[in-house]
């Protein structure tokens, strides 16, 4: 019998029930202009407590989406398959995956998918956390409530510096719970497990809720972590199209046998980099391919530096184009590209 807490509503999903169980509360969300956002975070208040409005996706976006699925889709499905793998050895036959929102939870789903077929006892959910805030942790104990302590693992799509395993470790200091994390991308080289340290572009980096089950970003409520579901964004919904597109290449794809070797502090060298181009704020330098990519999709961009011109980056150069950003190549850059955020003045 369920152990959910029934006295909370939570987030509806255009996700399958099978997939993911969402314990991130329902709510309005608190949408302000992307200059108020840019505004309001120069002024020190956290990025939780509110967001900018989204749209249906840019014909850039659904293109870029596809190309990356296209492209890269075969090497995501073998770092799936190795980390499945990574998962299963570290946890043996029962593995509870907590999947951070958003982007963790197409990995999580995925990752549900592959060690139910593989017959572990598996549980997947979605919880929210706010970088610099914390986790739910009111989330984490109804997953305890249903799972052992023990077979806990949080689930990530990318990294770019680091931030979100630092929040989760600050989070579960002295807390049973130990802050084993998995990501299928790690270029920062801070994950426990991961599908791959490389920078490479995943699709749905490309997209927000549309390939997130119409979830919003989450946010902070007076009570706890909410989202809104995004009703007027279903005819654009890639959600579970994307889950069965990946899960199908996984059954042709052979298993990554290593992630490859783990980059050392690759964020201090990206942020000497940044430093270079007046970017002295670390918070304002987003390296990492997803990170430099959601720049471009919800904040103010200043600048576009990247390692080389590649596929993966063509979506991020044709956006620096429109809106007028220097783009600049750094051959030395330890990840694919980064993006730097504009440093708006304030009161």
Same mark, same amino acid.
Not at 183 to 198: F, I, K, R
């Given at each position: 019998?369920?152990?959910?807490?029934?006295?909370?509503?939570?987030?509806?999903?255009?996700? $399958?029930?099978?997939?993911?169980?969402?314990?991130?509360?329902?709510?309005?969300?608190?949408?302000?202009?992307?200059?108020?956002?840019?505004?309001?975070? $120069?002024?020190?208040?956290?990025?939780?407590? #509110?967001?900018? =409005?989204?749209?249906?996706?840019?014909?850039?976006?659904?293109?870029?989406? @596809?190309?990356?699925?296209?492209?890269?889709?075969?090497?995501?499905?073998?770092?799936?398959?190795?980390?499945?793998?990574?998962?299963?050895?570290?946890?043996?036959?029962?593995?509870?995956?907590?999947?951070?929102?958003?982007?963790? #939870?197409?990995?999580?789903?995925?990752?549900?998918?592959?060690? @139910?077929?593989?017959?572990?006892?598996?549980?997947?959910?979605?919880?929210?956390?706010?970088?610099?805030?914390?986790?739910?942790?009111?989330?984490?104990?109804?997953?305890?409530?249903?799972?052992?302590?023990?077979?806990?693992?949080?689930?990530?799509?990318?990294?770019?510096?680091?931030?979100?395993?630092?929040?989760?470790?600050?989070?579960?200091?002295? !807390?049973?719970?130990?802050? !084993?994390? $998995?990501? +299928?991308?790690?270029?920062?080289?801070?994950?426990?497990?991961?599908?791959?340290?490389?920078?490479?572009?995943? =699709? @749905?980096?490309?997209?927000?809720?549309?390939?997130?089950?119409?979830?919003?970003?989450?946010?902070?409520?007076?009570?706890?972590?909410?989202?809104?579901?995004?009703?007027?964004?279903?005819?654009?919904? +890639?959600?579970?199209v994307y889950l069965d597109a990946l899960e199908a290449l996984c059954a042709d794809a052979t298993p990554l046998a290593s992630p490859g070797p783990r980059p050392q502090r690759p964020a201090d060298l990206a942020f000497a980099v940044a430093r270079r181009y007046g970017c002295t704020d670390p918070h304002r330098a987003k390296p990492g391919i997803g990170e430099a990519t959601r720049v471009f999709l919800r904040r103010l961009p200043a600048a576009l530096i990247i390692r080389a011109s590649t596929p993966d980056t063509g979506h991020l150069e044709t956006l620096a184009r429109a809106g007028h950003i220097p783009v600049h190549t750094?051959?030395?850059?330890?990840?694919?590209?980064?993006?730097?955020?504009?440093?708006?003045?304030?009161?």
């Amino acid at each position: 019998m369920s152990s959910v807490d029934t006295s909370v509503r939570y987030v509806q999903s255009s996700y $399958a029930p099978a997939d993911i169980q969402l314990l991130i509360g329902a709510a309005p969300a608190p949408q302000v202009s992307l200059r108020e956002k840019e505004a309001r975070i $120069a002024a020190g208040e956290s990025y939780g407590h #509110f967001l900018t =409005p989204e749209a249906a996706p840019t014909a850039l976006q659904t293109a870029t989406y @596809h190309s990356a699925l296209r492209r890269n889709g075969p090497v995501i499905a073998s770092a799936l398959l190795g980390l499945a793998t990574q998962l299963e050895a570290r946890f043996g036959g029962s593995v509870t995956l907590v999947s951070l929102a958003r982007a963790g #939870f197409p990995v999580g789903a995925l990752l549900h998918r592959l060690l @139910h077929r593989r017959g572990l006892d598996s549980a997947h959910y979605g919880v929210s956390i706010v970088r610099g805030v914390g986790l739910d942790m009111a989330a984490l104990e109804t997953v305890l409530a249903e799972r052992p302590v023990s077979s806990i693992v949080f689930v990530d799509g990318w990294t770019g510096k680091g931030s979100i395993l630092d929040t989760l470790q600050r989070s579960l200091q002295r !807390h049973a719970v130990r802050p !084993h994390f $998995a990501a +299928l991308y790690d270029p920062a080289g801070v994950a426990d497990m991961a599908g791959s340290h490389a920078d490479l572009l995943l =699709p @749905h980096a490309a997209l927000n809720a549309t390939v997130s089950g119409l979830m919003s970003r989450s946010f902070l409520t007076m009570q706890r972590h909410a989202a809104e579901y995004l009703h007027h964004l279903a005819a654009h919904d +890639l959600s579970n199209v994307y889950l069965d597109a990946l899960e199908a290449l996984c059954a042709d794809a052979t298993p990554l046998a290593s992630p490859g070797p783990r980059p050392q502090r690759p964020a201090d060298l990206a942020f000497a980099v940044a430093r270079r181009y007046g970017c002295t704020d670390p918070h304002r330098a987003k390296p990492g391919i997803g990170e430099a990519t959601r720049v471009f999709l919800r904040r103010l961009p200043a600048a576009l530096i990247i390692r080389a011109s590649t596929p993966d980056t063509g979506h991020l150069e044709t956006l620096a184009r429109a809106g007028h950003i220097p783009v600049h190549t750094e051959a030395a850059l330890p990840y694919a590209a980064m993006s730097l955020i504009q440093e708006l003045p304030h009161d």
